[in-house]
């Protein structure tokens, strides 16, 4: 299984930027997805998730209402709209894959396969 993250970049507060993430192996319709970034230091925290059914989105408290997960399971892709970015936005985001049916969605320890991460900057 492999996951392939990209779309990071430099930006500015305020701005938008998209995130994919490609997964090849497995059928991305059999999995929940989520989003996860880490600073330095840092441990890894949870950004949102979908699952399988894809019908309610999860959200951490400080992105909801400026990030959106979408999930295309046809084309066995995973996206995170990320908008009205803040310099506390920064740091590296990781895709990952985990059980359909999860009792707890945010821990990193509830997926199982991980993309390479892709660094956000923002700046104020």
């Known amino acids: 299984v492999q996951l392939q993250a990209s779309g990071g970049g430099l930006v500015q507060a305020g701005t938008s930027l998209r995130l994919s993430c490609t997964v090849s192996g497995r059928a991305l319709r059999d999995y929940t997805v989520a989003w996860f970034r880490q600073t330095p230091g840092k441990e890894r925290g949870f950004v949102a998730a979908s699952t399988w059914s894809g019908s309610r989105p999860f959200y951490e408290d400080s992105v909801k209402g400026r990030f959106t997960i979408s999930r295309d399971n046809a084309k066995n892709t995973v996206s995170l709209q990320m908008d009205s970015l803040k310099p506390e936005d920064t740091a590296v985001y990781f895709c990952?894959?985990?059980?359909?049916?999860?009792?707890?969605?945010?821990?990193?320890?509830?997926?199982?396969?991980w993309g390479q991460g892709t660094q956000v900057t923002v700046s104020s």
């Open positions: 990952a894959i985990g059980r359909p049916i999860l009792s707890n969605l945010r821990p990193s320890s509830a997926y199982s396969f």
